[in-house]
């Protein structure tokens, strides 16, 4: 009697047999069928490829509604496998390419059994409006005799630079020329979208140059590459404010960017009639009219500086800025610094006045999470960015679409262990923190981190240095209170205490971006989009109702033609491929029927 042997399904026939099942239904138009291969608890996000959108649908209805409405227009097909699948803790996951019928694109794919719990689809490039690399470059060179002779490059790039907001309009205008700006305009550039990037700054890498003397990058090298051109293999770890500057500067060249250094946005418009913006500039001293198409705001995570208003600001004889114009502290040694907040700007600048010999207190208000730099370079970052991360195979694109892959409705389940660690692994800081009056979080949820900061991009620290200067005393706190009032030589807080003060600088934060639109448009353009940035998750700072994205980010906003773009080096490089995507697919005419706009929450 023989025996009947069982093959053992492999990671990667598990994976390659579901693809091949999604690929059906969709094919076959049965989006019954396709949300049948997601388990109880799933999520599919998508990065424009299906939805034109950035969006997660959440759960198997959600997931037939979204294909529902797209199929009759995506047409994806050719789904197949990149290499071999993996198999951890009973999770499968895998990479795979696809097709839809305007664009190529690149998935991640995460079962537990057979059926999906996360998916993740993004759209890599348009078909037939490819980027000219590799063996797509241009030429150059134009071989052969003419009579006459022919332009050079130089003279043509001058020509460009003459015409381009003169005589030819811009498809899109990008207002702030800052590292997002900038590495939308490569992007934009590479996809033949003719793009001027206005900055009110003298020179790119400014807004990095004007910031206090000891700034530096808190996040790696290997998070903070520019596209196309990563940093060299020798650059230092956490790059000094005014190399990165440099290197800004440099990219603007090098990528040959229309680029209009001092130059400010005065007034923005849209003509219903020719279906353009009007974008009223000062240019060097001279007022200029661009009419595009598209408009981007690209000026950072934020609005403008929060500076709050406390009795008596106008009688103080000393000085006071906000920490965006705080110059360094150079200038105030054996004087008395107030520095009111207790976030990443804070720790640095009362570090810096320290450093320089200044008697300097923090004012803390509510309490602060601390991520010490070591511990969150390992623990958080190491698998993904890091140069043992390179060794094993995960580059930056690699990384980002990981990163990616993760939905936000679940994210903070994959960062509670990581902080968790973090406690145990930095308990005697802080403990020696907390002894000294520092009100410590880890999130609502200890979460961490990067939670925080896709919530409300506020509340925490990522210690370089400072926090030991804290816990010893040589940076004064007081915590649990404000400042009630400033006097003429000194600040009086809440609990009734007074501090002499020739320093009070508001580490304070930055209201939403929304707040530009208000005065760059107008106000009921504003609300019309209402809060950038947050999720919904009904934590401090982040009001429902529950977005599944960032509100307002690198998608279309409630206003059309108009759209936002920011965040850290990160996600400036890795949302920029699908905002400069839907940018040129829209120049190009190409139908993008866009799933489920975000509707507008929380006005200014």
Same mark, same amino acid.
């Given at each position: 009697?023989?025996?009947?042997?069982?093959?053992?399904?492999?990671?990667?026939?598990?994976?390659?047999?579901?693809? %091949?099942?999604?690929? !059906?239904?969709l094919?076959? $138009?049965?989006?019954?069928?396709? *949300? +049948? /291969?997601? =388990?109880? &608890?799933?999520?599919?996000?998508?990065?424009?490829?299906?939805?034109?959108?950035?969006?997660?649908?959440?759960?198997?209805?959600?997931?037939r509604?979204?294909?529902?409405?797209?199929?009759?227009?995506?047409?994806?097909?050719?789904?197949?496998?990149?290499?071999?699948?993996?198999?951890?803790?009973?999770?499968?996951?895998?990479?795979?390419?696809?097709?839809?019928?305007?664009?190529?694109?690149?998935?991640?794919?995460r079962?537990?059994?057979?059926?999906?719990?996360?998916?993740?689809?993004?759209?890599?490039?348009?078909?037939?409006?490819?980027?000219?690399?590799g063996?797509?470059?241009?030429?150059?060179?134009?071989?052969?005799?003419? %009579?006459?002779?022919? !332009?050079?490059?130089?003279? $043509?790039?001058q020509?460009?630079? *003459? +015409? /381009?907001? =003169?005589? &030819?309009?811009?498809e899109?205008?990008?207002?702030?020329?800052?590292?997002?700006?900038?590495?939308?305009?490569?992007?934009?550039?590479?996809?033949?979208?003719p793009?001027?990037?206005i900055?009110?700054?003298a020179?790119?890498?400014?807004?990095?140059?004007?910031?206090?003397?000891?700034?530096?990058?808190?996040?790696?090298?290997?998070?903070d590459h520019?596209?196309?051109?990563?940093?060299?293999?020798?650059?230092?770890?956490f790059?000094?404010?005014?190399?990165?500057?440099?290197?800004?500067?440099?990219?603007?060249?090098?990528?040959?960017?229309?680029?209009?250094?001092?130059?400010?946005?005065?007034?923005?418009?849209?003509?219903?009639?020719?279906?353009?913006?009007?974008?009223?500039?000062? $240019?060097?001293?001279?007022?200029?009219?661009?009419?595009?198409?598209?408009?981007?705001?690209?000026?950072?995570?934020?609005?403008?500086?929060?500076?709050?208003?406390?009795?008596?600001?106008?009688?103080?004889?000393?000085?006071?800025h906000?920490?965006s114009?705080?110059?360094?502290?150079?200038a105030?040694a054996?004087?008395?610094?107030?520095?009111?907040?207790?976030?990443?700007?804070?720790?640095?600048?009362?570090?810096?006045?320290?450093?320089?010999?200044?008697?300097?207190?923090?004012?803390?208000?509510?309490?602060?999470?601390?991520?010490?730099?070591?511990?969150?370079?390992?623990?958080?970052?190491?698998?993904?960015?890091?140069?043992?991360?390179?060794?094993?195979?995960?580059?930056?694109?690699?990384?980002?679409?990981?990163?990616?892959?993760?939905?936000?409705?679940?994210?903070?389940?994959?960062?509670?262990?990581?902080?968790?660690?973090?406690?145990?692994?930095?308990?005697?800081?802080?403990?020696?923190?907390?002894?000294?009056?520092?009100?410590?979080d880890?999130?609502?949820?200890?979460?961490?981190?990067?939670?925080?900061?896709?919530?409300?991009?506020?509340?925490?620290?990522?210690?370089?240095?400072?926090?030991?200067?804290?816990?010893?005393?040589?940076?004064?706190l007081?915590?649990?209170?404000?400042?009630?009032?400033?006097?003429?030589?000194?600040?009086?807080?809440?609990?009734?205490?007074?501090?002499?003060?020739?320093?009070?600088?508001?580490?304070?934060?930055?209201?939403?971006m929304?707040?530009?639109?208000?005065?760059?448009?107008?106000?009921?353009?504003?609300?019309?989009?209402?809060?950038?940035?947050?999720?919904?998750?009904?934590?401090?700072k982040?009001p429902?109702?529950?977005?599944?994205?960032l509100?307002?980010?690198?998608?279309?906003?409630?206003?059309?033609?108009?759209?936002i773009?920011?965040?850290?080096?990160?996600?400036?490089?890795?949302?920029?491929?699908?905002?400069?995507?839907?940018?040129?697919?829209?120049?190009?005419?190409?139908?993008?029927?866009?799933?489920?706009?975000?509707?507008?929450?929380?006005?200014?």
């Amino acid at each position: 009697m023989s025996e009947t042997l069982t093959v053992p399904v492999t990671p990667t026939a598990r994976a390659a047999a579901w693809l %091949a099942r999604l690929e !059906a239904a969709l094919a076959a $138009r049965d989006s019954a069928a396709a *949300a +049948a /291969l997601f =388990d109880d &608890e799933c999520y599919w996000r998508d990065l424009v490829s299906f939805t034109w959108n950035l969006r997660t649908e959440e759960g198997r209805d959600a997931i037939r509604e979204m294909l529902d409405a797209q199929l009759g227009t995506v047409a994806p097909s050719g789904f197949r496998l990149q290499g071999e699948a993996s198999e951890a803790g009973g999770v499968t996951e895998a990479w795979f390419d696809f097709e839809t019928a305007q664009a190529r694109g690149t998935g991640h794919l995460r079962l537990k059994g057979d059926l999906a719990w996360t998916l993740l689809t993004t759209m890599s490039e348009l078909k037939g409006f490819e980027e000219k690399k590799g063996r797509r470059r241009i030429k150059g060179a134009e071989h052969g005799a003419q %009579a006459g002779g022919r !332009a050079s490059w130089l003279e $043509r790039r001058q020509q460009e630079l *003459a +015409a /381009l907001g =003169d005589t &030819e309009q811009p498809e899109v205008v990008i207002i702030g020329g800052g590292q997002g700006g900038i590495g939308l305009g490569a992007r934009l550039r590479r996809l033949g979208v003719p793009t001027i990037i206005i900055e009110k700054n003298a020179r790119a890498g400014d807004s990095w140059r004007n910031r206090y003397k000891s700034l530096c990058l808190h996040d790696p090298v290997w998070y903070d590459h520019m596209p196309y051109l990563p940093f060299p293999d020798d650059w230092p770890v956490f790059c000094p404010k005014d190399k990165v500057g440099d290197w800004l500067e440099m990219y603007v060249k090098v990528m040959e960017l229309n680029y209009w250094s001092s130059t400010v946005a005065e007034k923005c418009r849209w003509d219903e009639a020719s279906g353009r913006w009007e974008v009223r500039v000062v $240019r060097e001293g001279r007022p200029v009219t661009l009419r595009p198409r598209q408009l981007v705001f690209a000026l950072g995570v934020s609005g403008y500086a929060n500076v709050p208003q406390i009795p008596g600001a106008e009688r103080f004889e000393g000085t006071q800025h906000h920490s965006s114009r705080h110059p360094g502290g150079a200038a105030w040694a054996g004087r008395k610094a107030v520095v009111l907040g207790s976030n990443n700007s804070a720790h640095d600048i009362c570090a810096d006045l320290w450093e320089h010999g200044a008697d300097v207190t923090m004012i803390q208000r509510s309490s602060t999470h601390i991520a010490p730099s070591d511990s969150l370079m390992e623990l958080a970052l190491g698998g993904l960015y890091s140069e043992q991360a390179l060794e094993n195979g995960v580059g930056t694109e690699k990384a980002d679409l990981l990163f990616a892959s993760v939905p936000y409705r679940i994210m903070h389940t994959f960062h509670i262990p990581v902080y968790e660690e973090m406690k145990r692994r930095d308990a005697d800081l802080y403990a020696r923190l907390e002894k000294a009056g520092f009100l410590l979080d880890f999130g609502e949820d200890g979460s961490g981190l990067f939670m925080k900061y896709l919530r409300r991009g506020s509340g925490y620290y990522i210690d370089v240095g400072a926090s030991e200067l804290v816990a010893d005393g040589r940076i004064h706190l007081k915590s649990r209170v404000g400042i009630e009032r400033i006097n003429p030589r000194s600040v009086t807080l809440t609990d009734g205490t007074e501090l002499p003060c020739d320093l009070l600088v508001y580490a304070t934060g930055y209201g939403s971006m929304n707040s530009w639109l208000a005065d760059l448009i107008s106000p009921e353009v504003a609300d019309q989009v209402g809060k950038c940035w947050g999720l919904g998750s009904a934590t401090t700072k982040d009001p429902g109702p529950w977005e599944g994205e960032l509100r307002n980010m690198w998608k279309p906003t409630p206003v059309e033609n108009l759209w936002i773009h920011g965040g850290n080096l990160h996600q400036s490089r890795c949302y920029s491929q699908y905002l400069a995507l839907q940018l040129k697919a829209r120049m190009e005419g190409l139908a993008t029927p866009v799933h489920k706009p975000a509707p507008s929450h929380h006005r200014r």
